[in-house]
């Protein structure tokens, strides 16, 4: 017998019997989720009357109001809208529109100009299905006033359906970007509102407000949900709930010319008719600037309290002994840079305090990272305590773990290795270890920080290439410890506003600085018709004892069918371009002991040539290796790029790096690929790779920890970024613990909005 039912409007249904058994009261909510088949029920906490005034509480619950009880919305609408993430009227208010539209009056059919959304009214003169000279179908319509026609056409339609409603001598009020077809003006698509007979144009447009007669904002839209509709439920929710809104940053931290909270959702969705076009498409008025302000702010406050809250928390007082990094330094076959030396000692410093680090190192390809972090890590072994060393892949945990272990073994320090990949006796023989304190370092992939791994005795946590993990996983490896200290290290160069954000709560150290005796990269762009050329080279630079890289995409690790091009491109290679050569194949699907095979003997110099899947971006150190061919460089990003290239230019030798791609390449593609030409200063290299592909490719969004910020771009609003870490900071300057009356109303806000998200609950 089915416990619960569904009526036609997929509400749930739920027996007297069942009401009884939860213990459920009329006004009780429920949370639901399906887990597997099963639904779970969940009764949501009452809100705690004593948390926040009455008054409060009702204004907070308004916003938090589902969208399916606005008046026009039903179940159908509902649905709609939670596909644009749009389930309470709090979502609706900051759902902004993306764009807007001048309708503010009737332009004469002679005067449209191309460019540019503009609105006019006209009868239709003749209308139906043609074809192109391409053979391409169209429907097209011809549209005239008094001064003059125009041509609309549409695409992809269905001709009967449009014949239906596009009658010859039909009038009504059509928008839509004019565009130029040859000398002949036309529209594609336009929007209509079809007039009654008699009925006339600028009395329906004084009538129709909503759609007519200002500057029209144009909300996103998902299939099925329509502009006209959206735009109801968007005055609706302005209309009632705006009234609402709180204004919750105090007025005195708002930068000169920004608006409270209130007053800038109103503008947003109902321009003020004077309201510069221009500006409010590209999201650059106050209304806009405020909103991002209002976002930015209360996330720096987070970061602001996290930074407070970590030189606040007690942490291990290590001691510098000198007893292994004294002699690691003896080992090493080269002195440390000056900025390695500057960094080791920011870090020893934060070591010695009595709070816990909370550092990042930012460092270009080939920097030196490794060894700064190893130093670190012999200062807490010294002490006697675990180091834990995160890599974001097995590849690099492997490289990392061969490199330190190759120093560490000369020291009497056990260094282990664990990765996912781990298994049986091998694993449990590592966990083992790493709860009885017999392993000094552990380094592996995020399989570190799962749950069976205890350790003896945490003292310091180093999370490598940070950008691919997120705040989150920062606070799991701390919690492997009793407050341990955090070091993160990046390779990729963030430009400031990012790191500020993803990383506000840490400390920054930069190595500004290579390794002396690197000769610079020389990298250029080939097309594939000259491919034979780039062969010859890689012969070339074999025939000097030198050995190459060729690298092919892989766009993700798991996709079977580039995989497989990778293998066969080795194979074409071995077989059909350099019989007389040695070619070797590394890819992510390899296991472990083979990768290492490959890499091996790519180093001892047993092969010429190493084919490779993007696994290499980062950690392989093959000084020999001084040419890289990169196939389809335009399917990289450039940081990406930039990182692939940093596996050459490591040894004395001059080196190269070529930039293979396809002949028709589109404008940007070709802009983007001549910076790698341009320069190897890895910092410009970001800014111009963010420029073009935005904060969410930049980082790949879903690793990336980057918040998803609902108004504010991390690129447009740079400026705005910097003044709410100083408005941040400046509140807490003033009330430290965000004690007052105020304070306690922004904390509440913040941890609204973040406390998950930053994990704010300890100190909130
Ligand atoms: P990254 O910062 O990209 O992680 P690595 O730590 O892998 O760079 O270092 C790159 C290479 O430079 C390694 O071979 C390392 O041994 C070498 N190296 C590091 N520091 C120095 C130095 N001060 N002088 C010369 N070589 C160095
Ligand atoms: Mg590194």
Request: with cysteine; glycine share 8%.
């Amino acid at each position: 017998m089915p416990i619960l039912t569904l009526d036609d409007h997929n509400r749930l249904h739920l027996p007297e019997e069942l009401l009884k058994r939860l213990e459920l009261r009329p006004g009780d909510r429920l949370e639901a989720e399906l887990d597997n088949g099963t639904l779970l029920l969940r009764r949501v906490a009452p809100p705690s009357p004593s948390a926040s005034p009455v008054q409060r509480a009702i204004s907070r619950k308004n916003l938090q109001t589902g969208i399916q009880f606005i008046r026009g919305v039903g179940p159908k609408l509902a649905e709609l809208l939670a596909k644009k993430e749009i389930t309470t009227v709090e979502d609706a208010l900051f759902c902004l529109p993306h764009r807007y539209e001048d309708r503010r009056q009737l332009t004469p059919i002679r005067l449209l100009k191309p460019g540019g959304v503009q609105v006019f009214q006209g009868t239709v003169q003749s209308a139906g299905a043609t074809t192109t000279k391409g053979g391409r179908r169209f429907f097209e319509a011809v549209v005239a006033d008094d001064s003059g026609s125009i041509s609309l056409k549409w695409f992809n339609t269905n001709p009967v359906w449009m014949q239906r409603t596009w009658k010859t001598g039909r009038r009504g009020i059509f928008s839509g970007e004019v565009s130029l077809f040859g000398h002949q003006r036309e529209l594609h698509h336009p929007d209509v509102e079809w007039l009654e007979e008699g009925q006339d144009a600028a009395l329906l447009m004084a009538a129709d407000q909503l759609n007519y007669g200002r500057l029209v904002p144009v909300y996103p839209l998902t299939e099925g949900l329509h502009q006209k509709g959206m735009r109801r439920v968007m005055a609706q929710v302005t209309e009632q709930f705006l009234p609402n809104v709180e204004n919750v940053i105090p007025p005195r931290l708002l930068p000169a010319g920004h608006l409270p909270l209130r007053e800038a959702l109103e503008q947003v969705h109902c321009p003020p008719v004077d309201a510069p076009l221009a500006a409010l498409n590209e999201g650059r008025t106050p209304a806009h600037r405020s909103l991002a302000f209002d976002e930015f702010f209360f996330w720096e406050l987070g970061m602001a309290l996290k930074k407070r809250g970590i030189t606040l928390e007690e942490g291990i007082s290590f001691q510098v002994t000198h007893r292994y990094t004294k002699e690691l330094a003896k080992l090493l076959p080269f002195q440390l840079t000056a900025a390695q030396r500057r960094v080791l000692s920011e870090i020893k410093e934060d070591m010695m305090a009595p709070h816990p680090m909370h550092r990042l190192v930012q460092g270009d390809v080939g920097s030196g990272k490794t060894v700064v972090a190893l130093m670190a890590a012999l200062v807490a072994v010294e002490n006697g305590y675990q180091v834990a060393i995160m890599a974001p892949t097995e590849i690099l945990a492997e490289q990392h773990w061969h490199n330190i272990h190759h120093w560490c073994e000369q020291l009497g320090v056990t260094v282990v290795l664990m990765t996912a990949a781990m298994k049986g006796k091998a694993r449990t023989e590592a966990l083992a270890q790493i709860a009885d304190g017999r392993a000094a370092i552990v380094i592996g992939t995020h399989a570190v920080i799962q749950e069976k791994v205890a350790f003896h005795r945490l003292g310091l946590g180093i999370v490598d290439e940070q950008h691919r993990f997120g705040v989150l996983q920062r606070s799991v490896l701390k919690k492997k410890g009793q407050n341990p200290d955090i070091l993160v290290m990046t390779a990729t160069p963030i430009p400031r506003t990012l790191a500020m954000t993803l990383f506000g709560d840490l400390s920054l150290s930069v190595i500004d600085e290579l390794p002396p005796g690197r000769t610079p990269i020389e990298t250029r762009v080939f097309f594939e018709s000259r491919r034979s050329q780039v062969y010859a080279m890689v012969r070339e630079e074999v025939a000097q004892g030198r050995q190459a890289y060729l690298i092919y995409p892989l766009v993700e690790e798991s996709e079977k069918s580039d995989l497989k091009a990778a293998s066969q491109m080795a194979e074409h290679l071995q077989q059909e371009v350099f019989p007389e050569l040695r070619v070797g194949l590394i890819h992510g699907r390899m296991k472990p002991e083979e990768k290492e095979r490959a890499m091996l003997s790519f180093k001892a110099r047993e092969l010429d040539i190493l084919v490779a899947t993007t696994v290499i971006e980062v950690g392989i150190d093959v000084p020999n290796a001084t040419l890289m061919v990169i196939e389809h460089a335009e399917r990289f990003g450039l940081s990406q790029l930039h990182q692939l290239r940093g596996r050459v230019g490591r040894g004395s030798h001059r080196s190269r790096c070529i930039l293979l791609t396809p002949g028709n390449l589109s404008e940007d593609g070709r802009k983007r690929l001549q910076v790698m030409e341009a320069t190897t200063d890895g910092f410009r290299i970001a800014e111009a790779d963010l420029e073009i592909r935005g904060p969410g490719d930049f980082l790949g969004t879903r690793q990336s920890g980057m918040p998803d910020f609902r108004v504010a771009s991390i690129l447009r609003d740079g400026s705005i970024l910097e003044q709410a870490r100083d408005a941040a900071v400046r509140l807490l300057a003033e009330d430290d613990g965000l004690g007052s009356a105020e304070g306690q109303r922004l904390r509440e806000e913040l941890v609204r909005r973040w406390g998950t998200r930053l994990e704010l609950a300890g100190i909130a």
